[in-house]
């Protein structure tokens, strides 16, 4: 009896771990295409015929900003100077008790005004708005506001004021490429022009041309995240990419990579992406009001708004698509200590664990066709549930060394073919991150990344599984999340090696 309970469940961990792999090659491959795809329409006349076009849709950047008087300057700067013909800037100032108002005051010349303020999303009340005197800041607008004690509220209140009708949600701390805007409008454009070329028909014998309103609407865009720990950075510009050269940042970035280039760039090649990034990410505002916008009640607000966005569209019969294109845009400080890392994670999958409970009708719903049939499932199935079978996995193999039972030659065969896999894909990942920008200048840069890849199996992810288990069972006993705050060193006028303190 024990003997069959073992086989069976031998069985169940080499099915798994196959059907992960396989899993794993198709994204490969699907992800290969849509980066081959992208390479060729990719085209700098393009993008500058979206910056120079007077035609191309209006964009407000949306940053809140809580405690940030460190770097908020230099941050401000950076949003500023972005490559686009029409945008506006929204910082958020979520009641901040530094002095990141007051500092953006002075610098920028700021006097409170007067301004329509429709609250299509309800937040906590806005108290100020200001704008700069200065005609070489007309841009930019400062929302003075109560703390909402998260980022999502304090969003929601930059989507309220803003008055285009598209946004693009970032953090202050962020740092984007300055065609960030054209390159993430660029898909949305593509689908509407490829939408008016096969929806008109010409109706034999007559001379008339019929148009079909049969347009796939683009409700998302998102783009690559990396690590800014070690570059070097000039007045809010990255002038030199490097690698992290601290163990943490170092692993998040190979992780970064991998996520987003693999897993997110296949998902849009067959239009099934699960979630856009709330550190980039380009949303319509008209489908993100609709549903609510960010909600200030959850851990992963913004898997959960994309999740409800979906739902919004497939419910009222609309055709749509969230698209991801695999050029890094935007460079953010990772957690280089473990409580900051520790606090991040478990939040990560605290919020993935109730996605899965708050949106436990998508599952398996053929109603929510790819969302509920492909969507759902895999981060159910491949994300919520991994780390579980893992920890049980190494409970079983350990429970086989006690009684004696374990067949060591066939063990490690399975755990080296899986190490090799995993340590294969990373590779890829990186030599693909070159194959589209190079940003890391010398050989030695790129190797020492691919090396990371052989220590992340027994160094980082062990540390990955630990946090999700964490996670579960804080969620599981309802504890209440503990998000902690991230001090920045913060960006100077001389190159500078950018630092996480906290």
Known sequence: MIQDIIDVFQLFIFSYSSLTMVIYVIMAVLSYKGIMLY?????EHYTQNVISSPLSPGISVI??????????IDNVYALMHLNYPLYE?????????????????EHFELKEVDLPYNEKIKTKAVKRFFRSTNRAYEKLLVIDKENGKGKADASNAGINASKFDYFLCTDVDCILHEDTLSRLMRPILDEKSQSRLKDIQVIPDTGYIHVENNQRRVIAVGAPLRMINSSEVDNGVITRFKPPHKVLPRFQELEYIRAYLLSKMAWSSINCVPNVSGGLGLFDKHIAVKVGGYDPRSFAEDIDMVTRMSVYMIQNNHKYAIRYIPVSLCWTEGPQ???VFSRQRVRWARGLIQIMLLHRHVLFNFKFKRLGLIVFPYNFLFEFLAPIFEVLGLLFYIYLIVIGAINWENTFTLLAFLYMFSVLVSSIAVLWDQLIERHYRKTSEVIGLCLTAFAEPFIYHPLIVFFSIKGYIQSMFRQKLVWGNMQRKGFTSQKSTVKNQA
């Open 63 to 72: 940053a809140p900003a809580y405690n940030e008087g460190l770097t908020i």
């Open 39 to 43: 390479r060729r329409k990719n085209r």
């Open 337 to 339: 200590t473990f409580p």
């Open 89 to 105: 800037v929204i910082i958020v100032n979520d009641g901040s008790t530094d002095d990141t108002l007051e500092k953006l005051v």
